[in-house]
């Protein structure tokens, strides 16, 4: 019917199914932006194992968006409950008459419930989507970084992400054929069931390296070697990052292939593995963070001290203070990237993120539209660094100097 639509949620992203009519005034009634989608029934019928279950949905429309804040706040009043498939949520919503507002329908069951094997299934796919849309998010994020770096960090990096080449070719060669069969057969997995042990040694690598550049930040000497070390960590953290984010993406693009070939396996599975892989990439976050933590405990101190002597040091302690900025630029934009919410919970480090956050909104619409779109952004980012640094100035402890301080 065209006034009454499906809504399946696993917290992360929102699926919206009925008539292409209804979904579009459903999406238009939330301020759902069509561009940032998925359309279901060109991925059902793309041939993946998941999506050839998906039979039910295929003959309805349907579209995939990533939940914000603000978008799952506002589906809370279609009273989405809890279904028997862990971590989804299902409602229907639909019109009375020439009411414009959509309404909860309290006893609606459409296909998608009544079919478990469907809503699982269905699950997975959408765990898929979220995988496959952050992919796109961090390609373009490596474009951009990559363009910024000069020659000799970039040939550091290089030489770092090239004992990831073999698992990215192999990866590739496996989403080729996925594409081509409709399904993750033992012989495709096989060819990238190792991978993760690579991309853990080189998660580890990058790890190891921030935390010696944390190490380096020492505000407890004179200012000028405070200067100088805060000036070769800025050159340096986002080389790693950039590893951390390659890393992160590379785990994705396994875990999709891991759905289909456990789908393809063992489907019984499907949703402890869907759960399993969710629950990896939440702790794959929170190590991120508590491993960045103390850079921006360090940066705060460095900023601290600089602010003390800025009298004394007319010329260092404002370079501290610069490089303190651009370090927590490019911790919080990455933070904001992977969506990790960081634990060293200053008020001001909260702050720090609500400025990126407003460059790397960009950066999530540019994900859904391909890498060409990114390396534009990446020449606005250039563009806006000083507008979005004169917002980070400020941000950390010390970092404005009242008169009173000045006395």
């Not at 997995?189 to 853990?200: F, G, L, P, Y």
């Not at 805060?230 to 992160?248: G, M």
Request: aromatic residues 4%.
């Amino acid at each position: 019917m065209d006034n009454e639509v499906e809504l399946v949620s696993d917290g992360d992203g929102l699926a919206i199914i009925g008539s292409p009519t209804a979904v579009e005034r459903f999406m238009d009634s939330l301020n759902l932006p069509a561009a940032d989608s998925v359309n279901l029934p060109a991925v059902l019928t793309a041939g993946s194992a998941i999506a050839q279950t998906a039979a039910g949905v295929a003959d309805k429309s349907g579209r995939w968006v990533k939940l914000t804040a603000k978008s799952a706040k506002d589906i809370q009043q279609y009273g989405l409950t809890p279904t028997k498939t862990p971590g989804i949520s299902y409602a229907m919503a639909g019109k009375s008459g020439s009411i414009d507002k959509w309404l909860q329908i309290q006893h609606g069951i459409g296909p998608m419930l009544t079919s478990p094997v469907l809503l699982a299934n269905s699950a997975a796919l959408m765990s898929q989507f979220a995988m496959q849309q952050k992919m796109n998010e961090i390609t373009d994020y490596l474009a951009i970084i990559d363009a910024k770096l000069d020659q000799v960090i970039r040939s550091q990096t290089n030489q770092v992400l090239a004992r990831l080449d073999g698992v990215d070719l192999a990866i590739r060669e496996a989403m080729r054929v996925r594409e081509s069969v409709g399904r993750v057969s033992e012989v495709t997995w096989s060819k990238v069931q190792s991978s993760a042990q690579s991309i853990h040694e080189t998660e580890g690598y990058a790890l190891r390296q921030l935390n010696d550049l944390v190490e380096q930040v020492d505000a407890s000497g004179t200012i000028a070697t405070l200067a100088d070390s805060t000036k070769k960590v800025e050159a340096e953290v986002e080389k790693w990052l950039l590893v951390l984010a390659r890393c992160f993406e590379l785990h994705d693009a396994v875990g999709v292939l891991e759905l289909d070939r456990v789908l393809d396996a063992s489907p019984d599975e499907l949703d402890r593995h869907r759960l399993g892989l969710h629950s990896a990439r939440q702790d794959r976050r929170e190590l991120f963070a508590e491993r960045l933590d103390p850079l921006f405990v360090q940066m705060s101190e460095a900023v601290r001290v600089a602010n003390a002597k800025v009298l004394l040091n007319p010329i260092q302690s404002p370079s501290v203070i610069s490089s303190s900025n651009v370090i927590a630029e490019q911790v919080i934009s990455f933070l904001d990237l992977l969506e990790i919410e960081s634990s060293s919970a200053s008020a001001e480090a909260r702050q720090w993120k609500e400025a990126a956050s407003e460059h790397w909104d960009k950066a999530r619409v540019v994900g859904s539209q391909g890498i060409t779109q990114a390396k534009k952004l990446g020449g606005d980012a250039r563009e806006g660094a000083a507008a979005l640094k004169g917002k980070l100035s400020g941000r950390i402890p010390g970092r404005k100097r009242s008169t009173q301080d000045d006395e």
